[in-house]
């Protein structure tokens, strides 16, 4: 699939992703049009060198901590609600999406009692120091397990979903295995049963052989391909039919080789040493299973040993024993029992009985969807329940409260009723996964974003996200999901970080926080008189926003019902790493996968200015964050990114400084300015968070794995991430006055001065003396 053809739509039309902001025969100057014609199709808007645009990183909490004081005081400033764009992933989204919601949700964008009026923002800014929002998130910056109920609701979750999400692969696993088990029943029972009986090996001879005709075959294929490739024009259709014929018969091969002769014989091998496995094979495989686990730790606990490979050399073995041992051992037991195994009796009812369970596998495969056991379902509920709520005013003071879940909040009403300036507007920064060759090699992902007019990605194209909320199903895709998916660090698909060794077991034991979602190439059929136009212009994006919204108001619409849900062979092919674009589901997980920084795409829409608040929690001696996206910014955009991080290295345990400024160089030779903060201990840091440092080393990098922070370790976060955006404010000012531009307000971010001592006061005299 070419990655920039436009998505067709349900008349033809085409559902493209919006152009860099010009149509063919609008008169812009030459200079513009010449220079970013080749990125043309890769940009929002054209590149401005005064659009304001901030980002958030990944991080969970650690981030979301250090963005919320940042935030706040970009805000105070008054450069927050200047900027265009607010673009965050995982952790930094947390605290992105929860302010534009508690804003939405007061002022009713998602059809609350308040209808626009709820309690004013002009006192208290959303999110301000000491706002009653802030003071819920603090007494839930352990927001996915807190105290030890918590944590216990948390592993019932996990083993739920764990054993929910293993119901397909053990009844497929177990159908395929019963099947092999009764055709061999009556070669091979009497054999296992009866160890002094020999084998006929005919059997496995034959397959034998014709696992290696299907190999000579799909030879045979390969070089017919290979002459039709070097006529003169070869047909790209015929090329891909033999290249499919080939695959086709090599993987048939493999599996006729190892099923049908492999198998048996192994079985043949397991009844005589049987016991010598028990007393042999058991110890070993605990030894084994002990010495991952010390090799697992080890690794863990230091850096300078070398047993990380070891240990992913090891991890695909031990996927083989999950899924072997269970499957070979069951298909031993059906072939040597046969339908006794179903009936106790002469066998009568066997064939029913298993034609019953055949039926039943079907039935779970083909309506357990994957959306239900997943922790995506814990993970956005406890989200939400920490970050997501509305403002109100009981009597004279401001509260805060949990949305009801009756209330979904919905991307594609965010700010309806925002006054002119209130916000900016929320990019929530994921990754598609797929290994397709439309992703260069390496990747394994694409950006995929959510916006309350577009969703989508480059390589998918884009759709309005009223549509994409609807095919997804009632209830699916609401804003506390996004938050939850742009968050969603631990998939089998990972994309750049998957980890092909650990793949398999994650996909069967449901390690899995990201969510299929409904492909924007292939929107969902709607009505032959629903037209929605090519989605190029603002005014075109409202319309098609307008007319969907009236078809979803007729009473013959019905959302996706759960059967048409992404079923488990969805997981399978994730657990072969065989991701496509080509489904009509798309698998999205965590921002980070792709950029953890949100600053691509705030280039993609062409902000020359950008504050980027970094709180990844990388090497600071490194820097692989950063130079991750400068690097997807120089491929995907054209975009130069010169910068240098030197005075952001710790030196004797502290840094120079906690931000650094850079510069864009955009490919119509547009320049702007990269403000960079980073979660980074300077030497002029607060007090408090150097004292914190005193008593947790790990400070300011903790792991993202510790999603459990007290009150100080938030506290300590926020107010270095406020410490750093007071920075920014001011080498931003001094760049905007450079350029003529209005700066911020520069004198309320100053540095408090020294307060004067004290002048001594007379001496005392009278009974003081005494």
């Given at each position: 699939?070419?990655?920039?053809?436009?998505?067709?739509g349900?008349?033809?039309?085409?559902?493209?992703?919006?152009?860099?902001?010009?149509?063919?025969?609008?008169?812009?100057?030459?200079?513009?049009?010449?220079?970013?014609?080749?990125?043309?199709?890769?940009?929002?808007?054209?590149?401005?060198?005064?659009?304001?645009?901030?980002?958030c990183?990944?991080?969970g909490?650690?981030?979301?901590?250090?963005?919320?004081?940042?935030?706040?005081?970009?805000?105070?400033?008054?450069?927050?609600?200047?900027?265009?764009?607010?673009?965050?992933?995982?952790?930094?989204?947390?605290?992105a999406?929860a302010?534009?919601?508690?804003?939405?949700?007061?002022?009713?964008?998602?059809?609350?009692?308040?209808?626009?009026?709820?309690?004013?923002?002009?006192?208290?800014?959303p999110?301000?120091?000491?706002?009653?929002?802030?003071r819920?998130?603090?007494?839930?910056s352990?927001?996915?397990?807190?105290?030890?109920?918590?944590?216990?609701?948390?592993?019932?979750?996990?083993?739920?979903?764990?054993?929910?999400?293993?119901?397909?692969?053990?009844?497929?696993?177990?159908?395929?295995?019963?099947t092999l088990?009764?055709?061999?029943?009556?070669?091979?029972?009497?054999?296992?049963?009866?160890?002094?009986?020999?084998?006929?090996?005919?059997?496995?001879?034959?397959?034998l052989?014709?696992?290696?005709?299907?190999a000579?075959?799909?030879?045979?294929?390969?070089?017919?391909?290979?002459?039709?490739?070097?006529?003169?024009?070869?047909?790209?259709?015929?090329?891909?039919?033999?290249?499919?014929?080939?695959?086709?018969?090599?993987?048939?091969?493999?599996?006729?080789?190892?099923?049908?002769?492999?198998?048996?014989?192994?079985?043949?091998a397991?009844?005589?040493?049987?016991d010598?496995?028990?007393?042999?094979?058991?110890?070993?495989?605990?030894?084994?299973?002990?010495?991952s686990?010390?090799?697992?730790y080890?690794?863990?606990?230091?850096?300078?040993?070398?047993?990380?490979?070891?240990?992913?050399?090891?991890?695909?073995?031990a996927?083989?024993?999950?899924?072997?041992?269970?499957?070979?051992?069951f298909t031993?037991?059906?072939?040597?029992?046969?339908?006794h195994?179903?009936?106790?009796?002469?066998?009568?009812?066997?064939p029913?009985?298993?034609?019953?369970?055949?039926?039943?596998?079907?039935?779970?495969?083909?309506?357990?969807?994957?959306?239900?056991?997943?922790?995506?379902?814990f993970?956005?509920?406890?989200?939400?329940?920490?970050?997501?709520?509305?403002?109100?005013?009981?009597?004279?003071?401001l509260?805060?409260?949990?949305?009801?879940?009756?209330?979904?909040?919905s991307?594609?009403?965010l700010?309806?009723?925002?006054?002119?300036?209130?916000?900016?507007?929320?990019v929530?920064?994921?990754?598609?996964?797929?290994?397709?060759?439309?992703?260069?090699?390496?990747?394994?992902?694409?950006?995929?974003?959510?916006?309350?007019?577009?969703?989508?990605?480059?390589?998918t194209?884009?759709?309005?996200?009223?549509?994409?909320?609807?095919?997804?199903?009632?209830?699916?895709?609401t804003l506390?999901?996004?938050?939850?998916?742009?968050?969603?660090?631990?998939?089998?698909?990972?994309?750049?970080?998957?980890?092909?060794?650990?793949?398999m077991l994650?996909?069967?034991?449901?390690?899995?926080?990201?969510?299929?979602?409904?492909?924007?190439?292939?929107?969902?059929?709607?009505?032959?008189?629903?037209r929605?136009?090519?989605?190029?212009?603002?005014?075109?994006?409202?319309?098609?926003?307008?007319l969907?919204?009236n078809?979803?108001?007729?009473?013959?619409?019905?959302?996706m019902?759960?059967?048409?849900?992404?079923?488990?062979?969805?997981?399978?092919?994730?657990?072969?790493?065989?991701?496509?674009l080509?489904?009509?589901?798309?698998?999205?997980?965590?921002g980070?996968?792709?950029?953890?920084?949100?600053?691509?795409?705030?280039?993609?829409r062409?902000c020359?200015?950008?504050?980027?608040?970094?709180?990844?929690?990388?090497?600071l001696?490194h820097?692989?964050?950063?130079?991750?996206?400068i690097?997807?910014?120089?491929?995907d955009?054209?975009?130069?990114?010169?910068?240098?991080?030197?005075?952001?290295?710790?030196?004797?345990?502290?840094?120079?400084?906690?931000?650094?400024?850079?510069?864009?160089?955009?490919?119509?030779?547009?320049?702007?300015?990269?403000?960079?903060?980073?979660?980074?201990?300077?030497?002029?840091a607060?007090?408090?968070?150097?004292?914190?440092?005193?008593?947790?080393?790990?400070?300011?990098?903790?792991?993202?794995?510790?999603?459990?922070?007290?009150?100080?370790?938030?506290?300590?976060?926020?107010g270095?991430?406020?410490?750093?955006?007071r920075?920014?404010?001011?080498?931003?000012?001094?760049y905007?006055?450079?350029?003529?531009?209005?700066?911020?307000r520069?004198?309320?971010l100053?540095?408090?001065?020294?307060?004067?001592?004290?002048?001594?006061?007379?001496?005392?005299?009278?009974?003081a003396?005494?």
């Amino acid at each position: 699939m070419d990655p920039h053809r436009a998505p067709p739509g349900p008349d033809g039309s085409s559902l493209s992703r919006p152009s860099i902001g010009f149509e063919p025969g609008v008169d812009l100057p030459t200079a513009d049009m010449g220079a970013l014609k080749q990125w043309a199709q890769e940009y929002f808007e054209i590149p401005d060198d005064a659009r304001l645009g901030v980002c958030c990183s990944g991080g969970g909490i650690r981030s979301a901590s250090y963005c919320l004081g940042a935030l706040q005081v970009l805000d105070h400033a008054g450069l927050l609600p200047r900027a265009e764009y607010l673009a965050a992933v995982s952790g930094g989204d947390y605290i992105a999406a929860a302010r534009s919601s508690v804003i939405g949700a007061t002022w009713g964008d998602f059809g609350g009692d308040d209808g626009g009026a709820g309690p004013s923002f002009a006192d208290v800014p959303p999110f301000a120091p000491n706002s009653p929002e802030e003071r819920h998130l603090r007494d839930n910056s352990s927001y996915l397990a807190r105290g030890l109920a918590g944590k216990f609701w948390l592993g019932m979750n996990v083993l739920y979903g764990a054993i929910r999400h293993m119901v397909p692969f053990v009844a497929g696993l177990f159908l395929i295995a019963a099947t092999l088990g009764f055709a061999f029943n009556r070669w091979l029972g009497p054999v296992l049963n009866d160890t002094t009986k020999s084998m006929d090996w005919r059997f496995v001879d034959w397959n034998l052989l014709l696992a290696a005709a299907l190999a000579v075959l799909g030879g045979f294929s390969l070089l017919c391909r290979q002459i039709v490739q070097q006529r003169g024009h070869p047909s790209g259709a015929a090329l891909a039919v033999f290249q499919g014929l080939t695959m086709l018969l090599f993987r048939m091969a493999l599996l006729v080789g190892l099923l049908l002769a492999g198998l048996p014989a192994a079985l043949w091998a397991l009844s005589r040493a049987k016991d010598l496995l028990l007393s042999v094979g058991v110890p070993t495989l605990s030894a084994g299973t002990l010495f991952s686990a010390g090799v697992a730790y080890l690794t863990n606990r230091s850096k300078r040993l070398k047993l990380l490979r070891v240990l992913h050399l090891l991890l695909p073995f031990a996927s083989l024993i999950v899924v072997g041992i269970p499957f070979v051992g069951f298909t031993y037991w059906v072939a040597q029992q046969g339908f006794h195994v179903w009936w106790s009796g002469q066998g009568e009812a066997g064939p029913f009985i298993a034609l019953c369970v055949a039926v039943a596998d079907i039935a779970v495969v083909r309506y357990l969807d994957e959306v239900t056991p997943s922790m995506h379902l814990f993970y956005r509920e406890r989200l939400a329940k920490a970050f997501v709520g509305r403002r109100t005013r009981p009597g004279d003071r401001l509260d805060f409260e949990e949305l009801p879940w009756s209330l979904p909040l919905s991307m594609s009403k965010l700010q309806d009723h925002d006054p002119p300036g209130a916000r900016p507007k929320l990019v929530v920064c994921a990754a598609v996964n797929a290994s397709d060759d439309s992703i260069p090699l390496g990747r394994n992902a694409a950006p995929f974003t959510f916006e309350r007019d577009y969703s989508g990605s480059p390589v998918t194209g884009y759709i309005p996200t009223s549509v994409l909320e609807s095919a997804a199903g009632e209830g699916v895709l609401t804003l506390p999901a996004m938050m939850a998916i742009s968050g969603a660090a631990l998939s089998p698909s990972m994309g750049k970080m998957t980890r092909s060794s650990l793949r398999m077991l994650m996909a069967i034991f449901n390690v899995r926080l990201g969510v299929w979602l409904p492909n924007p190439t292939s929107p969902p059929d709607v009505r032959d008189d629903l037209r929605l136009p090519n989605l190029r212009t603002p005014a075109a994006v409202r319309q098609a926003r307008d007319l969907w919204t009236n078809y979803r108001a007729n009473p013959g619409w019905k959302p996706m019902g759960r059967s048409k849900r992404p079923g488990p062979l969805y997981s399978l092919r994730e657990a072969l790493g065989r991701n496509s674009l080509g489904y009509r589901f798309v698998y999205v997980t965590d921002g980070g996968h792709f950029d953890n920084l949100g600053l691509v795409e705030l280039l993609r829409r062409g902000c020359g200015q950008i504050v980027c608040l970094d709180a990844a929690g990388d090497d600071l001696d490194h820097f692989h964050t950063l130079s991750e996206a400068i690097a997807l910014a120089r491929a995907d955009l054209g975009v130069e990114i010169t910068i240098d991080t030197t005075p952001l290295k710790p030196v004797d345990g502290e840094s120079p400084s906690d931000h650094v400024c850079g510069s864009i160089l955009f490919p119509d030779g547009r320049e702007g300015v990269l403000v960079f903060a980073k979660a980074a201990m300077a030497r002029d840091a607060p007090q408090d968070a150097k004292a914190f440092r005193d008593v947790d080393p790990r400070f300011p990098t903790h792991s993202t794995a510790d999603q459990f922070f007290d009150e100080r370790t938030f506290e300590a976060y926020r107010g270095l991430g406020g410490h750093a955006a007071r920075h920014c404010v001011n080498t931003l000012n001094e760049y905007r006055t450079n350029q003529g531009q209005e700066p911020f307000r520069f004198e309320t971010l100053s540095e408090p001065p020294c307060p004067e001592p004290p002048s001594p006061g007379p001496p005392a005299t009278g009974a003081a003396d005494g």
